[in-house]
């Protein structure tokens, strides 16, 4: 069974910084990548950063390029968010997600989010 919990979420003025953590019990069955993904107030969730957890290769949206770093340590089962330079636009829940394979199949599994508000 997969469970990720997210944490580090909260409220800071702009051009402050924050670092989310997603901690993942059951880590062995995510698929390579751990992704971020955030969802602000009536828009679609939308990916936000990547890494492969066994590789260590990293993905970003270009919306948060050279101010977000994503890392994770394996020991810990966890993964890291690390958001400098945070604009109002940042505002968002966001959400961890690994995917494992069900039955034959590619199965997203999401935390409950943690909620980044950034106030101008």
């Known amino acids: 069974q997969v469970q990720l919990v997210e944490s580090g979420g909260g409220s800071v003025q702009a051009g402050g910084s924050l670092r989310l953590s997603c901690v993942v019990s059951?880590?062995?069955?995510?698929?390579?990548?751990m992704q971020w993904y955030r969802q602000a107030p009536g828009k679609e969730r939308q990916f936000v950063s990547s890494?492969?957890?066994?590789?260590?290769?990293?993905k970003y949206a270009d919306s948060v390029k050279g101010r977000f770093t994503i890392s994770r340590d394996i020991a810990k089962s966890t993964t890291y968010l690390q958001m400098d330079s945070l604009i109002p636009e940042d505002t968002a829940i966001y959400y961890c997600?690994?995917?494992?394979?069900?039955?034959?199949?590619?199965?997203?599994?999401w935390g409950q989010g943690t909620q980044v508000t950034v106030s101008s």
């Open positions: 997600r690994c995917d494992i394979s069900q039955f034959g199949m590619v199965v997203p599994k």
């Open positions: 059951g880590y062995a069955a995510c698929r390579a990548d």
């Open positions: 890494i492969n957890r066994i590789y260590g290769s990293t």
